[in-house]
C-alpha cells in the first residue's frame, strides 16, 4: 500500500508539473523543476526532485550541468550511463539550436553575425567552454556574411602550431575577403599572451600581402573575452 502511495505521489507530482509547462511555459518551472522534468522519461520509477537539486547544488547552474564532465556526472547517486550520456546529449543539442539560431540567416539563406554580442556568445557555447585550446577562423565575403567557420589548428597556440599556409589555403577554397580568428583560453584567463599578439600581428600583415583583411582577433573564455580590435592591438 504505502509503494502505491508513493507512486500515486509521484505521478501526480510530474502530471501537475507537466501541466504547469504546457500552460504556462519552462518560465515558470524553477531551474530543479527543468532538471526534474528532463530527468521523467530515462528515470521513470523514482522521484527526481531530490536528484535534480543535488545536481544544481554541485553544478551550480544548469548549463553547468550540461557541460559537467560525464565522469563528474555518474559520482553523482542515482545517474549511470544512461542518464548520465542522455543529460550530455542534451547539452549538446542545445549547443548546436542556439549556434544555427546565432549563425544562420534563414529569410537569404545566408549565414551572417549580426553583432557583437551575437559573435561572442556563438564563440563563448563553441569553444569558450573546451578544455582545450582551440584557434577557430570565421571566414568572410566582401559584405562580411560568413562564407564557413573552421577550428585549424588545437593544442597551446603559438608560432610553430599556426601555419598561415594552412590558412590561406582556406581562404582560397571560400575566397574569403577578410577573416576572424578566435581561439579560447581554458583557463578562464583571456590576457593575451606575448605570443598571442605577436602571432596576430604576424598574420596581419601575412594576409595584407594578399588583400585578405584580419577584421579582429578574440580570445573566449566561458565568463570573458579579449578583442584585439577593441584594445588597438590590430
Known amino acids: 500500500m504505502e509503494e502505491d502511495k508513493l507512486k500515486n505521489n509521484r505521478e501526480g507530482h510530474r502530471k501537475r508539473?507537466?501541466?504547469?509547462?504546457?500552460?504556462?511555459?519552462?518560465?515558470s518551472l524553477a531551474d530543479y523543476e527543468i532538471i526534474e522534468f528532463l530527468l521523467f522519461p530515462i528515470i521513470p520509477r523514482r522521484d527526481t526532485k531530490a536528484l535534480a537539486k543535488e545536481l544544481l547544488e554541485k553544478f551550480s547552474t544548469i548549463e553547468g550541468i550540461f557541460e559537467a564532465d560525464p565522469k563528474e556526472l555518474k559520482k553523482v547517486k542515482g545517474l549511470g550511463d544512461v542518464s548520465t550520456t542522455y543529460l550530455k546529449f542534451i547539452g549538446d543539442?542545445?549547443?548546436y539550436y542556439y549556434e544555427d539560431k546565432v549563425l544562420n540567416d534563414k529569410e537569404n539563406n545566408r549565414i551572417s553575425i549580426r553583432s557583437k554580442n551575437q559573435l561572442l556568445n556563438?564563440?563563448?557555447?563553441?569553444?569558450?567552454?573546451?578544455?582545450?585550446?582551440?584557434?577557430?577562423?570565421?571566414?568572410?565575403?566582401?559584405?562580411?556574411?560568413?562564407?564557413?567557420?573552421?577550428t585549424l589548428f588545437q593544442g597551446t597556440i603559438d608560432k610553430s602550431a599556426v601555419y598561415p599556409?594552412?590558412?590561406l589555403e582556406r581562404v582560397m577554397f571560400y575566397n574569403?575577403?577578410?577573416?576572424?580568428?578566435?581561439?579560447?583560453?581554458?583557463?578562464?584567463?583571456?590576457?593575451?599572451s606575448s605570443k598571442d599578439i605577436e602571432i596576430t600581428?604576424?598574420?596581419?600583415?601575412?594576409?595584407?600581402m594578399v588583400d585578405v583583411s584580419v577584421l579582429?582577433?578574440?580570445?573566449?573564455?566561458?565568463?570573458?573575452?579579449?578583442?584585439?580590435?577593441?584594445?588597438g592591438i590590430i
Do not use: W
Request: hydrophobic residues 35%; positive net charge; glycine residues 4%.
Open 176 to 192: 574569403a575577403r577578410s577573416i576572424i580568428f578566435a581561439h579560447n583560453h581554458p583557463s578562464g584567463n583571456t590576457n593575451p
Open 216 to 231: 579582429d582577433h578574440i580570445i573566449i573564455s566561458r565568463d570573458s573575452y579579449f578583442s584585439f580590435l577593441e584594445e
Open 93 to 95: 543539442l542545445f549547443s
Open 201 to 208: 600581428k604576424m598574420m596581419k600583415e601575412f594576409f595584407k
Open 122 to 150: 556563438y564563440l563563448r557555447k563553441n569553444i569558450g567552454i573546451s578544455k582545450i585550446e582551440e584557434f577557430k577562423v570565421i571566414f568572410l565575403n566582401s559584405n562580411n556574411e560568413v562564407l564557413g567557420v573552421e
Open 17 to 27: 508539473l507537466q501541466e504547469r509547462y504546457l500552460s504556462c511555459g519552462y518560465k
Open 165 to 167: 599556409r594552412k590558412i
